[in-house]
């Protein structure tokens, strides 16, 4: 199917675990993001990549590690995940030349 | 610091009235806005966008106005549906409408009521 997906839409792990959240689109789009939406703090950005094997920081990304191989993947890992990353991610994609992101539905990670 | 402030967390409105939600920014260097909005377990959608060379632009029943000496922007809604109850969230970048970061603000939560 076309558009954006990620996986999975809900994750419970432990603090101290490695997870990786997944997202992938399908329109070759050079430029995705990763956001954390929390209450109070709105949508933050955690790493955003302009293509395949760059990447860059974004407004919180202690604690994540992301990577690009391909241009339709952009996966997202917490190496040691802590309660404090308990929060619903969103990948998001845009081609470009236009600043309207697509979002993806979301992954609400639990951490306990 | 946050670049992007909705001042409102929420807003009520009646069916059939006009909703206003309000966006403030700082950076000077933002030069596109763009407004989205979100249902319960889905992913922001694109509402409407607006260069900083206008101070309107308009889209069927919704109006973005921005006064850029204030750094102030609001979404009118006219009129008001049930539907359009959701979260509305601002959004701002510096890079003259090209792909880029986009800094979003906290959301206002509209209701619409009948």
């Known amino acids: 199917d076309a558009g954006i997906t990620q996986s999975p839409r809900y994750k419970i792990t432990e603090t101290g675990r490695q997870v990786t959240l997944m997202c992938h689109q399908t329109?070759?789009?050079?430029?995705m993001f990763w956001y954390r939406q929390d209450l109070g703090h709105g949508l933050r950005l955690i790493y955003y990549?302009?293509?395949?094997?760059?990447?860059d920081k974004g407004e919180v990304p202690d604690g994540y590690v992301v990577s690009r191989s391909k241009t339709e993947n952009f996966p997202l890992t917490l190496e040691s995940a802590t309660r404090s990353q308990t929060s619903v991610y969103f990948c998001?994609?845009?081609?470009?030349?236009?600043?309207?992101?697509?979002f993806g539905s979301g992954t609400r990670l639990t951490v306990v | 610091d946050q670049q992007v402030k909705q001042n409102s967390p929420s807003l009520s409105v009646q069916e059939g009235r006009i909703s206003i939600l309000n966006c403030d920014y700082t950076?000077?260097?933002?030069?596109?806005f763009l407004w989205y909005k979100k249902y319960p377990a889905e992913g922001p959608t694109f509402l409407i966008s607006?260069?900083?060379?206008?101070d309107k632009n308009e889209d069927g029943r919704f109006t973005v106005f921005l006064n850029k000496s204030a750094k102030h922007l609001s979404l009118h809604i006219v009129p008001s549906q049930p539907g359009d109850s959701a979260v509305y969230f601002c959004?701002?970048?510096?890079?003259?409408?090209?792909?880029?970061?986009?800094?979003f603000g906290t959301g206002t939560r509209l209701q619409v009521t009948l």
């Open positions: 998001a994609s845009s081609k470009t030349g236009w600043n309207g992101y697509t």
């Open positions: 329109w070759s789009h050079s430029y």
């Open positions: 990549s302009a293509a395949a094997d760059i990447t």
């Open positions: 950076n000077s260097m933002f030069d596109y």
């Open positions: 607006i260069s900083s060379i206008k």
């Open positions: 959004a701002a970048s510096a890079g003259g409408g090209t792909a880029s970061k986009l800094t």
